[in-house]
């Protein structure tokens, strides 16, 4: 009887958030139910990847492998850009849409392109719908993604905690938990982080199926989400994507702490930028001019 008034329990609340399940994408109970990521213990975590990697076989019909890789102990990332060697090409784009499993029919990527007169620095004067051939002999480029901040406002401006800093720098979010809301994106002054408006729209074939849950699993519909430093590569020893795409050899990325590392170098050794210093963001992406 107990388990018979169980299973009734659980098919009332089913049938009690069906109208919301039509406005949120159509979430299950188990969904809706499910902790916050840093409240799970390693075996709810499984039953969580599993669940996903079934959602997404079933809904694009693509067999992938979810995983939760956490922080590497005594890692602390940090990016670097030349911006002497930048020519706009937006290679680094196409490969964070690539990579991340963004949505095809909007081209959303976690990056963007500035084209901005040789000289200024007036962010509002820039063009990141330019098309025409790169590099402009007047111009040069400044790409702009999340900038990973030791004091993010992003964070502080979360009213559910979906989104946190994690011990190596990298800001993440739990897409599970997150409700839309966009507080975080009218908090981040480098406009790093997305909206799905849609659900996603990819090919089968065109899925990247090493994922991670905190990273480039496909997202749902109604969530903000964010670029992670491809924390699914980098914290098993790969570069991030849009570094490899790069043509030009402009991005430097590494860990901090490692005085070897060439992140380290340039730091050390650059008259390093930060965009919007004055903000106190405290950012771990640095921008440089060779000399």
Request: aromatic fraction near 10%; hydrophobic fraction near 35%.
């Amino acid at each position: 009887m107990a388990a018979g008034g169980a299973t009734f329990g659980a098919a009332a609340v089913q049938q009690a958030l069906a109208p919301l399940a039509e406005l949120s994408g159509g979430f299950t109970l188990d969904e809706f139910l499910q902790r916050h990521y840093k409240q799970l213990s390693r075996e709810d975590m499984e039953e969580v990847l599993d669940r996903l990697e079934r959602k997404t076989l079933e809904e694009y019909d693509r067999e992938v492998q979810i995983e939760d890789i956490r922080p590497i102990p005594g890692v602390q990332f940090g990016y670097a850009l030349n911006l002497s060697l930048c020519i706009g090409c937006r290679k680094c784009v196409e490969a964070c849409h690539k990579e991340n499993n963004h949505d095809r029919a909007t081209y959303n990527s976690y990056i963007r392109v500035l084209e901005m007169e040789k000289g200024g620095n007036d962010l509002e004067e820039s063009s990141v719908t330019y098309d025409h051939v790169v590099p402009q002999r007047k111009k040069f480029y400044m790409p702009v993604q999340c900038h990973q901040c030791d004091n993010p406002p992003c964070v502080k401006a979360c009213i559910t905690k979906a989104t946190w800093k994690e011990a190596d720098g990298i800001v993440v979010v739990d897409y599970n938990w997150c409700i839309g809301c966009r507080y975080c994106i009218s908090a981040c002054p480098y406009e790093a982080r997305r909206f799905n408006w849609t659900k996603p729209e990819i090919p089968a074939e065109e899925i990247n199926p090493g994922q991670s849950y905190l990273t480039n699993r496909v997202r749902p519909v109604g969530v903000v989400e964010k670029c992670t430093f491809c924390a699914h590569r980098t914290r098993v020893g790969r570069l991030p994507a849009c570094l490899e795409a790069c043509p030009t050899g402009s991005r430097v990325f590494g860990n901090m702490l490692d005085p070897k590392s060439e992140i380290r170098w340039v730091l050390e050794n650059k008259r390093v930028y930060i965009l919007k210093a004055e903000l106190g963001t405290l950012p771990r992406f640095f921008y440089f001019f060779d000399e």
